[in-house]
């Protein structure tokens, strides 16, 4: 079956920088999607691809991809950036979508 | 603008089904698949499936084939989502969510816009 593995939870000090991975033998055919979620909010669509960031997004989110694991990275994060983060992708063997467990950034 | 204007809340006993609408404007509606994703109280997302509007095929999660119904009325532009049977562990919020998709050496599939939610509760 289709498994996406994320740490449940990573913290950052303020202003400094924070790399949340995400892990699947499908994301060795395919890029991830990345979504940001506050308490009570519909998720966020904050970067996609490999180089990809949706309007409105600060340029401070980027991401990266090699082999079976994606990251996104916060340079400089933000107390505003304290959110759960899920990453999103598509397993073409078995032609189902799946995200990963989420992981809990914390913002000291 | 993209819209995805949701049902309201459902509170369902054991064994009902539900179905929850998802209303898009802003786009042409049978330009992007939709998905379905959920969300149990202080848990992850949950993908549970993907229907395309243009002739209505679905893709379901393993998980929920035999109790999800996917479909669309592209007369009002709105999408619907029933699950059947619905037990206490299906009390979550529902999302619809836009799917996108870019082709190349390595494709991707993102989601955008959501919509806000349906709160479903199961419960006696």
């Known amino acids: 079956s289709s498994e996406l593995t994320q740490d449940p939870a990573v913290s950052v000090a303020l202003g400094q920088t924070v790399r949340i991975t995400c892990q699947g033998d499908s994301l060795r055919n395919c890029y991830t999607s990345w979504y940001q979620q506050k308490p009570g909010q519909a998720p966020l669509l904050v970067f996609y691809g490999d180089n990809k960031r949706p309007s409105g997004i600060p340029d401070r989110f980027s991401g990266s991809s090699s082999g079976n694991t994606a990251s996104l990275t916060i340079t400089g994060a933000q107390a505003e950036d304290e959110a759960d983060y899920y990453c999103?992708?598509?397993?073409?063997?078995?032609?189902?979508?799946?995200f990963g467990g989420g992981t809990k950034l914390t913002v000291l | 603008q993209v819209q995805l204007v949701q049902s309201g809340a459902e509170v369902k006993k054991p064994g009902a089904s539900v179905k929850v609408s998802c209303k898009a404007s802003?786009?042409?509606?049978?330009?992007?698949?939709m998905h379905w994703v959920r969300q149990a109280p202080g848990q992850g997302l949950e993908w549970m499936g993907v229907?395309?509007?243009?002739?209505?095929?679905?893709v379901s999660a393993q998980k929920f084939q035999g109790r999800i119904t996917m479909t669309r009325d592209t007369s009002t532009s709105t999408f619907y989502m029933e699950l059947s049977n619905v037990r206490s562990e299906d009390t979550a919020v529902y999302y619809c969510a836009r799917d996108h998709s870019l082709s190349g050496d390595r494709s991707v599939w993102y989601l955008d816009p959501w919509g806000r939610g349906t709160l479903v509760i199961v419960s006696p």
């Open positions: 802003g786009y042409t509606f049978t330009g992007n698949w």
């Open positions: 999103f992708s598509r397993d073409s063997i078995y032609n189902q979508w799946v």
């Open positions: 229907v395309n509007p243009g002739d209505g095929r679905t």
